[in-house]
């Protein structure tokens, strides 16, 4: 998967004490697979209470990837907030999707685009949805499921998810195993940086950029120049519109895949880069501008 590797998985859990600990058993579960196998990374808890605490440890995990090239893969167990919009720590305190895809931007930068999340809560397959335009991406696959679930039942498919992933060191099949048996509501979400980056520029492009939303807009910032008491042509305003729209994909790119930041990612994401700026060139073609 794009030069997809790791070093460690570090699992994540803030629930309530009286409830059931499934991170905890997630780690017991895969130290005993790493005593039949020494060439497995090191599975690491980490115990939380609150998203201040979170934010403390994405901020160490950050310097700790940039000092010793560690690629962490992130499994987080918390509750996910009954609307869908983020995770819920053992506080009650809550962390929103679009906190946490920032949040995490500039870890998997550290990784070197490597970050793999594992989001182990109700609704965690829903961080993927309304990525801002204009963000990093904030890891490279993510998976987590789609609807209301339980403890016991993420426990069991993780399980099979890690297991599959220990023996292959592939994140593809190992994601394969953990959809052998379904979940009792919805399904899991496994959505890739560059499937994102697809899903968002050319959504945003063919929802806002159609020739006649581009030329209305033209005429309203014409209309205000014009008001300034400058003077412009229309047609010039237009025309810088629809270059801009021309240039969106190699623009957010080097923000969304941090060309310049990442060595390397310029060559290990170009194609993907180059198939989203056809599909759009092909829109473009189409409305005439």
């Known amino acids: 998967m794009y030069g997809f590797e790791f070093s460690r998985i570090i699992i994540i859990e803030s629930l309530p004490k009286e409830e059931f600990a499934s991170g905890e058993e997630l780690q017991n579960y895969l130290t005993a697979l790493n005593e039949d196998n020494t060439g497995i990374p090191s599975v690491e808890l980490v115990q939380i209470s609150n998203a201040e605490e979170f934010r403390t440890l994405i901020g160490e995990l950050i310097l700790i990837a940039q000092e010793n090239n560690d690629i962490p893969i992130l ?27 920032v949040l995490l931007g500039p870890l998997n930068v550290a990784t070197k685009m490597n970050l793999v999340i594992c989001v182990a809560a109700c609704f965690g397959g829903h961080f993927v949805t309304e990525l801002l335009l204009g963000q990093t991406a904030p890891c490279i696959m ?72 581009l030329e209305n807009r033209a005429r309203n910032v014409h209309d205000q ?65």
């Open 75 to 101: 499994h987080i167990e918390t509750h996910g907030d009954e609307d869908a919009s983020g995770i819920v720590f053992s506080d009650n305190s809550e962390l929103g999707w679009n906190e946490l895809r």
């Open 142 to 213: 993510l998976i987590g499921p789609s609807s209301y679930t339980n403890g016991p039942e993420l426990l069991g498919r993780f399980r099979d998810f890690y297991r599959e992933l220990f023996k292959t060191l592939d994140v593809l099949e190992a994601f394969s195993a953990l959809n052998e048996t379904e979940l009792h509501e919805g399904e899991f979400l496994c959505v890739t940086a560059t499937e994102w980056f697809h899903r968002v520029t050319v959504g945003y492009v063919k929802r806002y950029c159609s020739k006649a939303m």
């Open 225 to 289: 120049i014009i008001a300034e008491g400058k003077s412009v042509s229309i047609i010039d305003v237009q025309e810088i519109g629809f270059a801009r729209v021309k240039e969106i994909a190699d623009d957010y790119a080097e923000t969304f895949f941090a060309l310049q930041l990442v060595e390397g990612a310029r060559d290990r994401f170009s194609s993907e880069i180059e198939k989203v700026k056809n599909q759009l060139t092909e829109f473009i073609q189409m409305e005439g501008y």
